[in-house]
Nanobody, 123 residues
């Protein structure tokens, strides 16, 4: 059974930083491209970032490019997302997932599993 457990969210002021983690189990993590998506209150799912299985290739939504950094540790079966220069519009529930493409709607089952980690950016 695929299990993905996100952590590291919290309340931070604008301009602050957080590091999100996603512990993966139940599948061969090192051969899967992985992604982060987010869902702001009252809005749909938004694709944020994808990393290929080796970590050599990384892709970002324009809204986070230059501020967020995705990484992975295949030895620890863990995916990360470093969030810097946070803005109030980054407030959302963040989810990790096996890559499903760049459309947020493709990740509807991810949000439906009810975990994620909440990031709140507020002064």
């Amino acid at each position: 059974e695929v299990q993905l457990v996100e952590s590291g969210g919290g309340l931070v002021q604008p301009g602050g930083s957080l590091r999100l983690s996603c512990a993966a189990s139940g599948f061969w993590f090192s051969i899967k491209d992985m992604s982060w998506v987010r869902q702001a209150p009252g809005k749909g799912l938004e694709w944020v970032s994808t990393i290929n299985r080796s970590g050599a290739y990384k892709y970002y939504a324009d809204s986070v490019k230059g501020r967020f950094t995705i990484s992975r540790d295949n030895a620890k079966n863990t995916l990360y997302l470093q969030l810097n220069s946070l803005k109030t519009e980054d407030t959302a529930m963040y989810y990790c997932s096996i890559d499903q493409g760049r459309e947020g709607n493709a990740y509807s089952s991810v949000a439906g599993r009810g975990q994620g980690t909440q990031v709140t950016v507020s002064s």
